[in-house]
């Protein structure tokens, strides 16, 4: 089946930080997601993505379906951005990634 | 606000006890999920609902018996789990099933330790 991998495992961030979070699949996809997973356990929907690049306030993403991976950019970072991120790839069923967790500190 | 609710939030329970998890969705979408969370781990699929009926069932235990009993309902039968089973189970829908490539939108989840 299809692999997804993220990098890095582990950020950790001061508040007013950039970041880039990469999601690399091993197959051609129908459709990327990501997706931030609060403390809570909530997964909440960032980004719907299959190619090109979106952007939402700070957060935008960019997905290059012809080489395999997809990016997440978050920038100028604040304490409610620390969670888990995880992209999730659609090919018969949605296949999530291994998840990158980010603090950010004040 | 999430449009998918998830009830009960926690729930405890014996090895020998019966208890269920439920799901509801008021988007008007044909496709429901149940993907089991495990601690630092990313979530996996268990069941996929489409028009109601169930169209995947990953390998999952007779211990876990999903049921749809219409398209915004979306239960999870639980009986004789083990320890092991104690996870974060999560809710998901979205406007057709998995390979129309729509957004999938997921509940707050039931997290659920077994005793």
């Known amino acids: 089946g299809i692999q997804v991998e993220q990098s890095p495992p582990d950020l950790i961030l001061q508040e007013g930080a950039n970041s880039t979070l990469r999601c690399n699949f091993s197959d051609s996809v129908n459709n990327l997601q990501w997706f931030h997973q609060n403390p809570w356990g909530q997964l909440i929907n960032l980004f719907y993505?299959?190619?090109g690049t979106k952007q939402n306030g700070r957060l935008s993403a960019t997905t290059v379906a012809t080489e395999r991976y997809s990016l997440l950019y978050i920038s100028s970072s604040q304490t409610t951005d620390s969670g888990v991120y995880f992209c999730a790839a659609l090919r018969d069923k949605l296949i999530f990634g291994t998840g990158t967790r980010l603090q950010v500190f004040p | 606000d999430t449009e998918v609710t998830q009830t009960p939030k926690h729930l405890v329970m014996g090895m020998t006890n019966k208890k269920s998890l439920k799901c509801e969705q008021h988007m008007g979408h044909r496709a429901m999920y149940w993907y089991k969370q495990k601690a630092k781990k990313p979530p996996e699929l268990m069941f996929v609902?489409?028009?109601?009926?169930?169209?995947i069932n990953e390998s999952v235990p007779s211990r876990f018996s999903p049921e749809c009993p219409n398209s915004s309902l979306l239960n999870l039968h639980l009986h004789a789990l083990q320890p092991e089973d104690s996870a974060l189970y999560l809710c998901a829908s979205s406007q057709e099933a998995h390979y129309s490539g729509n957004t999938i939108y997921f509940g707050e989840g039931s997290w659920l330790t077994v005793v």
């Open positions: 993505i299959p190619s």
């Open positions: 609902y489409s028009y109601e009926k169930l169209s």
